[in-house]
């Protein structure tokens, strides 16, 4: 019975989370989003490959990228995973999800130093201005999500899809129903027994638990603009560059600090808020984490090789 009421896997891998600039504490923007043991990778900063290793993801499982938009700090270690995907014989295709104004720039790079390779790469540019469906399949969509940066850029929404009900063992047992039956009852259907008695959905499953979601949120300032789109999000990563202190380097380039991204986590009711892409600047992150609890609770700050359950 347990078998039929556990949740699916929905975990986030922490690649790296820190800024631009350098730091000996952290690497730049990448995560790894496991959703029912299907991988996608958000942003590839230089360094990804090395934490991927750490992590012990498997790099095969991996077929799709999404990049948020063209700055260094995000998509830097592409090529060179591109690259490294061909060296271990990677046969499978790749997706690449990017702003369009990435594919001339990826097409000549690839032509130059990746002209062998013996997978298919698929390029999928997206408008960042827009909130657009970029991916789906039959339990998930991923839909971008307009930020406000300094050049364009897209967040990132992992939703589930409405799930079937759970199916009661119990019920489905005393009712005599047949394994090959599970599926369509749980999808809504009814059952009829041998002597013509329909025994109703409703008293042969238990509803299904909420759907999930994810929310990936970096680069951006405060953008109240999003807030609609990721209501009630069960868990969201929020640019925390700066703290207020610095709040004019923020507004500056179009960063947040804790306490807008902790602002941001409540006017969405967000279930949880993860701190990251943190500047060098800050030695402890202590004081950032303090800094969004004042207004969010639930928040925690990311870290390298952090997994965390949606």
């Known amino acids: 019975m347990q078998e039929d009421i556990e949740m699916e896997k929905f975990q986030i891998t922490i690649l790296g989370c820190g800024s631009a600039t350098p730091s000996p504490k952290h690497y730049t923007s990448s995560q790894i989003v496991n959703i029912r043991e299907k991988l996608f990778m958000i942003d590839c900063g230089e360094g990804t490959q090395i934490q991927l290793r750490r992590s012990k993801v498997a790099f095969a499982r991996i077929n799709h990228i999404f990049i948020s938009h063209l700055h260094g700090d995000h998509c830097f270690g592409l090529l060179g995973m591109v690259s490294s995907f061909g060296l ?5 295709p790749l997706f690449i999800h990017a702003p369009k104004e990435m594919e001339p720039l990826l097409a000549q790079e690839l032509e130059f130093y990746c002209n062998r ?18 991916y789906e399949d039959r339990s998930l969509t991923v839909e971008t999500i307009p930020l406000k940066h300094g050049i364009p850029c897209a967040g990132f929404l992992f939703r ?48 299904a638990g909420p759907t999930r979601s994810y929310a990936y949120c970096c680069d951006t300032a405060y953008n109240p603009k999003m807030f609609d789109q990721i209501k009630g999000v069960s868990a969201i990563y929020h640019d925390s560059t700066y703290m207020e202190t610095e709040l004019v380097q923020a507004q500056k380039y179009l960063h947040s600090t804790a306490a807008q991204a902790a602002k941001t986590a409540a006017e969405v009711n967000a279930g949880k808020l993860i701190l990251g892409h943190f500047s060098a600047r800050y030695l402890n992150e202590q004081p950032i984490l303090a800094e969004a609890k004042e207004t969010f609770s639930n928040s925690i700050l990311a870290k390298e090789g952090m997994e965390i359950d949606i």
Do not use: C
């Not at 009900?165 to 027994?193: C, S």
């Open 160 to 207: 589930e899809k409405p799930l079937a009900d759970h199916l009661d063992r119990e019920m489905a047992d005393f009712y005599k129903v047949p394994q090959w039956d599970y599926n369509r009852i749980k999808d809504g259907g009814d059952f009829v027994t041998e002597d013509g008695t329909v025994i109703p959905h409703s008293r042969l499953t238990k509803p």
């Open 117 to 134: 390779l013996e997978y298919q790469i698929t390029f999928q540019g997206f408008d960042p201005f827009a909130k657009e469906i970029i």
């Open 88 to 92: 271990m014989g990677r046969t499978a």
